[in-house]
């Protein structure tokens, strides 16, 4: 027996050598998928950034070409105004995930520390919210969505917000659920024997178990916030004219889709692709994290 | 049996009064004059009639007084007056439900058939072609906005296929084949959006079974692989599939407001949105009221049906 082997032995799982990071890239070698559902996301996050720089038009531009089919100068046509759908579609990955990526952190800044709060605090508070919790949870979203969208005005703004709304409870109820199980274990009824505060224990012991589940929810209400707003925008409740979304674009061209059905499938593909990847994503993140998967890195 | 039923009804109590205040007190944020939204400026600055909608959508009193005239007007079930239509929200709504219903029983019938035996099969072949392709299918399932494959349904049709209308509603009692027909379209929309989730919460449903210990001991036992299989493991795995049925209507009645916009179905979302594109305050109110009350009550008889299936369950 090796002295190395000998105090590899003594360190505990958490203080071994490998890093977080160098675990999460292990991951990812293994999990094809996941690689995949990452290389979208950045992807997408990459075009919505620099897309002055990638699309060929302005989104409103008008080219003079009313309903082209797809060709070098126009990958993805143009649409009935006679804007180039390539740049409309680069353009309006700044408007889908604008609307996505801002809803979700939104809904984790307020639900995560609810949910924390709620679960470590118990009593009647905790029972209260988890009533409000389960009705928002139960209802069907889109349809909320609509109706709160139909009240306040439909803009990107007031898409944020009422994404962000719907999305709390369930941010909150996934924070409050290992909550409830470590709040009682010995180490925290240890720390509070000792003293500590409660922000301290909440920040120490329950935080950072609560990190990862919010982490894989994020990744699949970014992917339910997409899918909300193309629906809206669609519906013509979400983004709208003149401004590009993938929704947006996919309900104006079905007016008009026998006249060329690129107007449909270009948005079409571009929000099955975006949505796709969030998922890849976050189940990658959810075998990732995974308790019975962790211990064999 | 009744001891339970009772407790679980009295769990919907709460549940119905959160959801008919949320909507009830929602239409408070409609920023400027909700009459004036309505009606025009002309119109809004008709005093009777602006005192008259106001009354009527709740606004001129205090919140909680408001809101239990409002609850009052639920039981007896006075949805509203709608000023646009001239009649009573309830009756639109009443006139729709059935066509709403058609196309929302027939979508989650199939996807129940798509997901269950796909996701078990799944489970049980692990690996193998069928796993395979049952994973690619939900995947792009669930990533395909349900829009999009009605409307590629839709337009390929009438361009492709002239003959085969995929719009559009035939009533039931006229011509029940022809309804059925007509409705397979939206129906089969959905259903595979829906089925795709279904599936995955099967096949991770009957794989935990699968892992079981009674599993094992039956196999141990001598018992033959589909015997283990379909009647031991499945009746464990189907009751959390069971349970979730309540969530996944909630999914179904979104889908639907979309896909009756799509396929032209005289039903209950295409009323919503018509009621949003003419600003009817009461009528978006009653109809978001109706449908969510809808999915409560569907969550109330899951969790009895399986009250009655599962044996855990102290009755």
Known sequence: ?297 | MGRYILRRIFLLVPVVLGVTFLTFALIRLVPGDIVTNMMGVTAANNEELRAQILKELGLDKPLLQQYIWWIGRIIVGDFGFSFIHGKPVINQILSRLPITLQLGLMSMGMAILIGVPLGVFSAIRRGKFIDIFARIFSLLGISTPSFFTGTLIVVFGAIYFPTITTIGYVPFNESPWESTVRMFWPASTLGIGIGAIILRYTRSSVLEVLGEDYVRTARAKGLSEWLVIFVHALKSALIPIITAIGIWTAFLVSGTVILEEVFAIPGLGRLVLSAIENRDYPMIQGTVLFLSLGVALVMLIVDLLVALVDPRVKL
């Open chain 1, 1 to 297: 027996m090796s002295i190395n082997s000998h105090s590899e032995k003594l360190l505990p799982d958490s203080e071994s050598q490998i890093t977080e990071f160098t675990r999460f890239l292990r991951q990812l070698k293994k999990d094809p998928a996941m690689l995949i559902g990452l290389a979208i996301v950045i992807l997408l996050i990459v075009v919505a950034v620099f897309a002055p720089l990638l699309a060929h038009y302005g989104s409103n531009q008008s080219t003079g070409v009313i309903l082209a089919k797809p060709s070098f100068d126009h990958p993805f046509g143009t649409n009935i105004q006679g804007r180039d759908l390539f740049s409309r579609v680069i353009f309006g990955s700044r408007n889908s995930l604008g609307v996505a990526f801002p809803s979700v952190m939104i809904a984790v800044a307020i639900g995560l520390p609810l949910g924390m709060f709620s679960g470590y605090i118990g009593g009647v508070f905790d029972r209260f919210f988890v009533r409000i919790f389960d009705i928002v949870f139960a209802m069907p979203t889109i349809l909320f969505a609509i109706a709160l969208v139909a009240y306040l005005g439909p803009s990107i703004r007031n898409l944020i917000f009422t994404i962000a709304a719907l999305y709390i409870p369930r941010v909150a109820l996934v924070a409050r659920a290992p909550t409830l199980t470590i709040k009682t274990r010995e180490y925290v009824l240890a720390a509070r024997m000792f003293g500590s505060g409660i922000f301290r224990i909440l920040r120490k012991h329950i935080f950072p178990n609560i990190f990862a589940p919010v982490l894989v929810e994020s990744s699949l209400l970014l992917s339910t916030a997409l899918l909300t707003e193309a629906a809206l925008s669609f519906l013509g409740l979400g983004v709208q004219p003149p401004h590009p979304s993938w929704g947006a674009d996919l309900g104006k061209g079905r007016f008009f889709m026998e006249l060329g059905a690129h107007q449909v499938i270009f948005p079409g593909l571009m929000i099955m692709f975006a949505v796709l990847g969030f998922n890849l994503l976050g189940d990658g993140l959810r075998d990732y994290f995974d308790p019975r998967i962790r211990k064999q890195v």
